[in-house]
């Protein structure tokens, strides 16, 4: 049996910094998985940041990939390596990074913590990715030591993100990423404008079940209407997630 160690990382200053104790069988599991991916579109950058990485944290393997393709077939091939953190570029030429957070939450495989790091200075660019489950957001912008401890955190099972615009509708967002599965499963679709009738097909349920749902939804989240909704949610960034066994007609 592993030995596992909790430990105590300190927090980073002028960043909203949130230890969430991970189950002791996640950790007890991440122990043997030593490898951390690294996707960026531009190899001597990605090249770079594995030198770094080698130097600052050197008890992990890494392994560099430049589109998402190649990450996913890395990631969840039989014979790729145990992945202990993915540390992804939002911006990946034609790609976009949040792509790999949508395409994780459908895989139904342990989950593995991803970080992103994007030179986009945006909050709605930060609450989006949190909001499709990255554990950190880290600007290219910081400096080394923000991104050695950004990654220590996440490793260790916490959260990392950065708080540029404090009027953003943060609140939102907070209790949007506490509904039920079923519920944000109700709220992403009206977010993506299907009508009752449409979710409930896609989801199953009745019509009557789909306005039950929205009513609760909205009053969690203090907005009047689906108008008001849509307003709160792209204030904030939030990106509704994708359906990959969507069967619309």
């Given at each position: 049996m592993p030995q596992c160690v909790f430990r105590h990382v300190p927090k980073v200053t002028n960043w909203d910094f949130v230890i969430s104790r991970p189950p002791l069988v996640t950790?007890?599991?991440?122990?043997?998985?030593?490898?951390?991916?690294?996707?960026?579109?531009?190899?001597?950058?990605?090249?770079?940041?594995?030198?770094?990485?080698?130097?600052?944290?050197?008890?992990?393997?890494?392994?560099?990939?430049?589109?998402?393709?190649?990450?996913?077939?890395?990631?969840?091939?039989?014979?790729?390596?145990?992945?202990?953190?993915?540390?992804?570029?939002?911006?990946?030429?034609?790609?976009?990074?949040?792509?790999?957070?949508t395409y994780m939450q459908a895989f139904s495989?342990?989950?593995?913590?991803?970080?992103?790091?994007?030179?986009?200075?945006?909050?709605?660019?930060?609450?989006?990715?949190?909001?499709?489950?990255?554990?950190?957001?880290?600007?290219?912008?910081?400096?080394?030591?923000?991104?050695?401890?950004?990654?220590?955190?996440?490793?260790?099972?916490?959260e990392v993100f950065p708080s540029w615009d404090n009027k953003c509708t943060s609140q939102f967002l907070d209790r949007a990423l506490k509904l039920t599965d079923r519920q944000r499963a109700v709220m992403d679709l009206a977010i993506a404008a299907l009508s009752n009738k449409e979710i409930a097909r896609e989801l199953d349920i009745t019509d009557g079940t789909v306005k039950n749902y929205l009513r609760q939804i909205y009053g969690f989240l203090n907005v009047k209407n689906r108008t008001d909704f849509g307003v709160q949610a792209a204030k904030c960034g939030y990106i509704p997630r994708t359906f990959p066994t969507a069967h619309r007609v």
């Open positions: 950790v007890c599991r991440n122990l043997y998985a030593m490898t951390i991916l690294i996707i960026d579109d531009h190899p001597m950058l990605a090249a770079g940041l594995k030198s770094m990485l080698e130097h600052h944290i050197p008890d992990h393997d890494y392994v560099t990939c430049t589109n998402l393709t190649a990450a996913r077939a890395l990631l969840f091939g039989k014979d790729g390596p145990a992945v202990a953190l993915v540390i992804c570029d939002l911006g990946l030429g034609a790609e976009n990074g949040a792509e790999l957070l495989g342990p989950r593995i913590p991803v970080l992103m790091i994007s030179g986009l200075v945006e909050q709605a660019a930060v609450n989006s990715c949190r909001g499709l489950g990255a554990k950190g957001y880290v600007s290219k912008t910081d400096n080394t030591d923000v991104l050695i401890e950004a990654i220590r955190t996440v490793l260790a099972g916490g």
